[in-house]
């Protein structure tokens, strides 16, 4: 049974049609599935004869590759043209650089009569054209051919590479059968397209791969339509399977599957050979001529694909043009929220600045305050070695009232947090020698460098310090009468201060990562843009670290100072508490002797009055060496240096190498970002600061083109 004359098909919507096309052309397929008619198969399938069909052009052949890119075939019916007329150009890829696309996209040809030159376009996508050349021999890029004329029919195909598995020496790698795979599945797995599976006849249908894939994203099987090709070489006696295969799939209901027969090998270097009529004399004959109408010939193919297309077209149109709209809006607004674009100085310098001057509530003086507090507590209760005695040696000190336990665990007086001028308690109860940590904070792992380790301070020993300055005074004696070596202090206080380093260094660290947390902080709130507030911190980290080595620096000057300098000060307080210290030596001492004298008063009643003692007993209570007396008075000498000592040195580090360093000095770390820093920076500083990243600029760039051919799409809409 031979099929009827061909009639023009009036189901296309040439305005529906035209509209997606113009889609296709601006890249709008990229972003959104638009509907479409994909040739699919393998590798040597007979998908280039089906095309030739179909353009009646001359397609490339080669024995060792076939197509190398997809090709978007447009058919379109001009009654005003009195001849056909093929345009060429190139849809180029979105991942091509800007200058590359450029160039595809303006390049155009007219008057195209054969496909045929194996270095067509190649040269232009910057494909292989010789083995081992170092081109790719695949591209994502889109020959786009417009056939018009006087006889077209409104048809539009897209053909993409065949599938394979094995690999050409010095043509085609592993990575190219992924791409073509890849580049396939991404336009089948689209759910408004329609694929069109090219299968030769004379193979097992139901094993080809690219049918497995059809099943795959199709398995109602309402958007395939296969196309059985090579009937002529087809076993003899083995037609009636093929004929089966073709009617069971008709009464399916479903799209179906039609038989086309091309032009053999012999037949394609005959240019008298007239593919269509060759085609309809073979399904003339039998069994061929079994065939029910509409499932054979190139005439029923391109009436059916129309017929397919109009449904689709009209079908998803104006879902299409929904989602094109809302994709274009989430394209803007994905674009808005990168900011204005910095490639210029100026505008790398200005941006941010309406933002970067914020004085954001911090709590850093909180912090600072409470730290410089605990710091004080702790050199006063634990920065000597050994605890100072008071009152007579001889004898056990009575606990003194005013001696508090700290969270911490350190025993300390009103003499260290208060105003008076009580001394600390030397001994500690039991239970209350706990260890504290030099630090409060945690490291930075930015500053771990810079920082020092978190240490272990013990509290001051109880009791020995008579017996320790002895030995010292023992092994610096000279010739001295009454006196002692005027280097035993400098010793001594060196000694005694061993754990103010510990102390200090804990404490300016932990002042530091303060500092630089509230740094961080404030340019993040200051700053909605966190990449611009890493970026800040990461240009300035340098500078950072230049000023808080200066802060160390003066801790450990003022450090060197105290401990290793000459004892020296003018604060009429030492003098005061070295006489506070020996009358309360004497006092201890003559305690014993004082006694409450016999009273009465007026009415006969005994009344008690103050502590009295004789003159008799003021003679020296206890006899004691020249060198126990000499003991003593070092003793009291360096009590009282050590206590004028530690609060001068307290103070020095808070207001000096803390506050004026790190926190309110004119070259502070806050003193480094402002808007002269900011004027100062180089040009590569700023790319460094503000300068977009290779992938935001990426992104940009995508951005942009997708909103530019989104709005161009949208406008081919609007017609």
């Given at each position: 049974m031979t099929s009827d004359p061909p009639k023009r098909s009036l189901l296309a919507d040439p305005t529906y049609l035209e509209i997606i096309d113009k889609l296709f052309a601006c890249n709008v397929g990229e972003y959104i599935s638009l509907p479409q008619l994909v040739v699919v198969g393998d590798q040597s399938s007979g998908k280039s004869s089906v095309l030739e069909g179909l353009t009646k052009l001359s397609f490339p052949r080669d024995s060792g590759l076939c197509t190398r890119f997809a090709t978007h075939i447009i058919f379109r019916l001009e009654t005003h043209m009195s001849k056909r007329d093929i345009e060429v150009s190139i849809i180029p890829s979105s991942d091509l650089e800007t200058a590359d696309a450029k160039k595809l996209r303006a390049w155009k040809r007219s008057g195209a009569e054969t496909l045929e030159e194996k270095d067509?376009?190649?040269?232009?996508?910057?494909?292989?054209?010789?083995?081992?050349?170092?081109?790719?021999?695949?591209?994502?890029?889109?020959?786009?051919?417009?056939?018009s004329g006087p006889e077209e029919e409104h048809l539009s195909v897209i053909d993409v590479p065949g599938i394979f598995k094995n690999t050409t020496t010095g043509l085609t790698t592993k990575n190219d059968i992924t791409m073509v795979r890849n580049m396939v599945l991404l336009y089948m797995e689209n759910p408004r397209s329609i694929m069109l599976t090219v299968v030769p006849a004379n193979v097992d249908i139901a094993t080809q791969e690219i049918v497995e894939l059809a099943r795959e994203y199709d398995p109602i099987g309402e958007r395939t339509l296969g196309i059985l090709t090579k009937p002529d070489l087809v076993d003899s006696g083995a037609e009636s399977r093929t004929l089966s295969f073709v009617q069971s799939q008709m009464a399916r209901g479903k799209l179906g599957w039609i038989v086309m027969r091309n032009l053999g090998q012999q037949q394609l270097g005959n240019p008298q050979a007239n593919r269509d009529l060759e085609e309809m004399t073979f399904f003339s004959k039998g069994p061929w001529n079994q065939l029910p109408t509409g499932c054979f010939g190139i005439h029923a193919l391109r009436d059916r694909l129309q017929e397919l297309q109009s449904s689709i077209t009209r079908r998803e149109f104006p879902v299409v043009r929904n989602e094109l709209g809302k994709k274009l809006a989430s394209s803007r607004d994905a674009l808005q929220s990168l900011g204005k674009e910095r490639e210029?100085?100026?505008?790398?310098?200005?941006?941010?600045?309406?933002?970067?001057?914020?004085?954001?509530e911090m709590r850093l003086a909180t912090l600072i305050v409470s730290r410089n507090m605990s710091f004080a507590q702790d050199l006063m209760a634990r920065g000597h070695k050994y605890a100072f005695q008071s009152g007579d040696v001889s004898a056990a000190a009575p606990p003194d009232p005013n001696t508090v336990v700290q969270d911490n665990g350190c025993a300390t007086t009103?003499?260290?947090?208060?105003?008076?001028?009580?001394?600390?308690?030397?001994?500690?109860?039991?239970?209350?020698?706990?260890?504290?940590?030099?630090?409060?904070?945690?490291?930075?792992?930015?500053?771990?460098?810079?920082?020092?380790?978190?240490?272990?301070?013990?509290?001051?020993?109880?009791?020995?310090?008579?017996?320790?300055?002895?030995?010292?005074?023992?092994?610096?004696?000279?010739?001295?009468i009454g006196t002692f070596n005027h280097h035993l202090l400098s010793t001594l206080m060196r000694r005694q201060s061993a754990k103010w380093t510990t102390l200090v260094q804990g404490y300016m660290s932990d002042t530091i990562v303060y500092v630089h947390t509230f740094l961080q902080k404030a340019l993040f709130a200051s700053c909605s843009d966190n990449q611009l507030s890493c970026n800040i911190v990461s240009l300035m980290m340098d500078k950072l670290i230049e000023k808080y080595r200066q802060a160390i620096s003066t801790s450990n000057y003022l450090l060197d100072i105290e401990r290793a300098g000459t004892p020296m000060t003018l604060n009429h307080y030492l003098n005061e508490n070295l006489q506070k210290n020996r009358q309360k030596r004497f006092q201890n001492r003559v305690s014993k002797k004082a006694f409450v004298p016999s009273a009465k008063s007026d009415s006969g009643v005994r009344t008690a009055t103050e502590k009295l003692i004789r003159l008799c007993d003021l003679e020296q209570q206890s006899h004691m060496s020249n060198s126990e007396h000499t003991v003593h008075d070092i003793h009291d000498i360096l009590r009282a240096y050590y206590k004028v000592s530690c609060k001068r040195f307290i103070d020095n580090i808070c207001m000096q190498a803390s506050d004026h360093h790190l926190i309110t000095g004119q070259r502070s770390p806050f003193r480094l970002f402002n808007p002269t820093w900011v004027i100062g920076l180089s040009n590569n500083d700023l790319q460094r600061l503000v300068g977009e990243s290779t992938a935001t600029k990426r992104r940009r760039q995508q951005l942009r083109k997708e909103v530019q051919d989104l709005g161009n799409g949208r406008r081919a809409l609007m017609g």
């Open positions: 067509f376009v190649h040269e232009l996508m910057g494909l292989s054209s010789s083995p081992n050349d170092g081109k790719p021999t695949f591209s994502n890029s889109v020959l786009r051919l417009q056939i210029t100085a100026a505008t790398k310098a200005n941006y941010g600045s309406e933002k970067a001057f914020d004085d954001p009103s003499s260290f947090t208060g105003n008076s001028d009580e001394e600390v308690q030397p001994s500690v109860a039991k239970g209350q020698r706990k260890l504290i940590s030099s630090r409060r904070t945690s490291d930075c792992e930015a500053l771990q460098d810079l920082l020092c380790a978190n240490e272990k301070v013990e509290p001051s020993v109880p009791s020995g310090v008579n017996d320790w300055i002895n030995d010292l005074y023992s092994q610096s004696k000279g010739f001295e």
